[in-house]
């Protein structure tokens, strides 16, 4: 087989179809951005998960002046409460579970409340009395937390017990929403980089039915006459795989790295060796679907 000719071929076939092409690679590299972000959200949401679930508290709310009467109908806890809830950490049937806990009372929770919201006008209102004294619990095994939850719900002078990784459930429920709306995209955008492989192909064939004609003459194979329509394909779509592994990796640099890891030191972001990482399944596929969707058309639309 003469590569030079497959080569100068597929070269011709490009030239002629360049615009056809270039929309190939744009559809490609748009797509696959799309499907590279996803992946790395997902990283991104199990690296999240395993980082915060761990740090997880369970929070015993006490009851305040201003709890609702029909759960705190004694007002606010006394510290009898509070020195039953310390028995009751402390006791053996909760202590294997427990790795750490502590207390925060109304003048901490207050400062803590002022820090948070700082920049927000409800600081203003807000007083030390309203906010709950509260006992912070450290699980061995966050899993465990339904254990401390029944052990204190109902417990007089308790407004609830809470569990943060429900708050945690949440946020991570609107980033995989995210991820699949991504994937979503990606996937009609796949689909519509196919299409366009395949009609890419078939004008070409078209074009070039004469020269088709004079190499089945000659006793060319089936598979040499279709190979430069295939490589136009794959070359198109190694193409448009590379611009989208370039995108990500601009991403996760400038957006990712530069901004967010700045703004939120406290949890760990994808990196640059995750995006390099995901390089070559980006090229994968873009090279893998075009090559099947330029075979599929030169096979159907060609009578060789």
């Known amino acids: 087989m003469r590569f030079s000719f497959v080569f100068s071929e597929m070269g011709i076939a490009i030239k002629r179809n360049l615009s056809m092409v270039i929309s ?6 748009i797509s696959l951005t799309f499907v590279g972000t996803a992946g790395l959200l997902q990283q991104q949401i199990g690296s999240m998960k395993t980082y915060w679930y761990d740090k997880a508290q369970v929070a ?3 009851c305040t002046k201003t709890s ?3 759960i705190c109908p004694q007002g606010e806890a006394s510290k009898d409460v509070q020195v039953t809830v310390t028995e009751r ?3 053996t049937t909760l202590a294997p579970y427990i790795d750490k806990y502590y207390f925060e009372n109304h003048a901490q929770a207050y400062k803590t409340f002022q820090k948070e919201f700082k920049d927000n006008s409800v600081a203003k209102y807000v007083t030390p009395e309203q906010l709950n004294e509260t006992f912070w619990v450290n699980l061995k095994d966050p899993n465990q937390a339904p254990i401390i939850i029944e052990s204190f719900n109902g417990l007089s002078g308790v407004e609830e017990v809470k569990d943060q990784r429900t708050y945690l459930d949440q946020i991570f ?3 995989n929403i995210a991820s699949l709306a991504a994937l979503s995209i990606a996937a009609l955008m796949l689909f519509s980089a196919v ?11 078209v074009m070039r039915r004469r020269e088709i004609g004079i190499m089945r003459l000659v006793g060319a194979s089936n598979f040499y006459i279709q190979l430069p329509f295939i490589l136009e394909g794959v070359v198109a779509g190694v193409i448009g795989s590379l611009l989208a592994g370039g995108a990500i990796l601009g991403i996760v640099q400038v957006f990712v790295q530069g901004f967010l890891a700045k703004q939120l030191p406290f949890t760990s972001f994808v990196g640059i060796p995750d995006a390099l990482a995901l390089l070559p399944l980006l090229v994968l596929a873009g090279g893998g679907l075009a090559a099947i969707a ?3 058309a030169i096979r159907r639309y060609l009578r060789v």
């Open 24 to 29: 190939v690679i744009l559809v490609t590299f």
């Open 294 to 296: 330029a075979a599929a």
């Open 60 to 62: 015993i709310y006490l």
């Open 173 to 175: 429920s609107i980033l």
């Open 68 to 70: 609702p009467a029909e």
């Open 89 to 91: 950490l402390k006791s």
């Open 195 to 205: 299409l366009l492989i395949s009609t890419t192909i078939r004008l070409s064939a």
